[in-house]
């Protein structure tokens, strides 16, 4: 629906259509990893770009995108702006630190990476996924030191 339209649309519909986008955003993610396709993640994109533009504040369209963008375009810079964006809407949504984590991490920004790894583990809950970033923490603890001093 183009923009003009949506101002007269009752918000029932904005909501279901921005779900309905990402619903589609993901089915061309999942296509994507199953073909090597890039365009599918270029799709994929398109729709959660579309469900954002229509819902601002619709929060797992940001993540959805933001993981997208570190895990299969290698996107770093979007994927951080993305997952920072969930982070100022959703302090609480777990996920999206350690995402960010590896995003910075990617991006060769250790020093960041460390910090959200440690708001992860103060807010994460799952003994797994906290064995893990606790093991990452460390790694990127002793890459950072090492680098630091490299440096001096």
């Known amino acids: ?60 369209a940001y993540y959805s995108r933001g993981v997208l963008y570190w895990r299969e375009l290698e996107n770093w810079h979007r994927a951080i702006n993305d997952l920072t964006r969930v982070i100022e809407l959703a302090p609480h949504w777990t996920e999206a630190w350690l995402n960010r984590a590896i995003a910075q991490q990617r991006r060769g920004n250790f020093e960041a990476a460390i910090a959200d790894l440690e708001t992860y583990l103060t807010l994460a809950t799952d003994p797994g996924w906290r064995a893990n970033a606790e093991r990452q923490l460390e790694l990127m603890k002793a890459v950072n030191a090492e680098k630091t001093s490299k440096q001096a």
């Open 1 to 60: 629906m183009p923009p003009t339209r949506l101002a007269f649309c009752p918000r029932w519909l904005i909501f279901v259509h921005s779900r309905l986008l990402v619903l589609r955003g993901n089915f061309h993610r999942h296509f994507g990893n199953l073909s090597g396709e890039r365009r599918e993640y270029q799709w994929a994109v398109d729709r959660f770009s579309r469900a954002i533009e229509i819902d601002p504040k619709y929060v797992a």
